[in-house]
Nanobody, 124 residues
Framework: QVQLVESGGGLVQAGGSLRLSCAASGRTFSSVPMGWFRQAPGKEREFVAAKSGGGSTTRYADSVKGRFTIFRDNTKNTMYLQMSSLKPEDTAVYYC?????????????????WGQGTQVTVSS
């Protein structure tokens, strides 16, 4: 059974940092894109970042460029999202996803597997 489990969420002050992790099990995702998404209260889920299996292609939403970094450790079948300079508008449930044809498709929320999410709250 394939599982994606997010961790690392929490409460942080504006300007602070958090690192999210997404641990995959049940299959290896080293050759396929993985990505991060978020959903704020009352809003639709939105794309945050994606990275190709080999790591050569990375995409970010404009709202997080320069502040968030996505990276992967394929030896651990784990993906991370380093978030810095956090803003209250970054408050959301963050989800990881895996198994898409490309980072472009991932950015359109086309993915085979999804995690359950981890809450990130940024206080002002």
């Amino acid at each position: 059974q394939v599982q994606l489990v997010e961790s690392g969420g929490g409460l942080v002050q504006a300007g602070g940092s958090l690192r999210l992790s997404c641990a995959a099990s049940g299959r290896t995702f080293s050759s396929v894109p993985m990505g991060w998404f978020r959903q704020a209260p009352g809003k639709e889920r939105e794309f945050v970042a994606a990275k190709s299996g080999g790591g050569s292609t990375t995409r970010y939403a404009d709202s997080v460029k320069g502040r968030f970094t996505i990276f992967r450790d394929n030896t651990k079948n784990t993906m991370y999202l380093q978030m810095s300079s956090l803003k209250p508008e970054d408050t959301a449930v963050y989800y990881c996803a895996a198994g898409s044809t490309s980072t472009q498709a991932m950015a359109r929320m086309i993915a085979d597997y999804w995690g359950q999410g981890t809450q990130v709250t940024v206080s002002s």
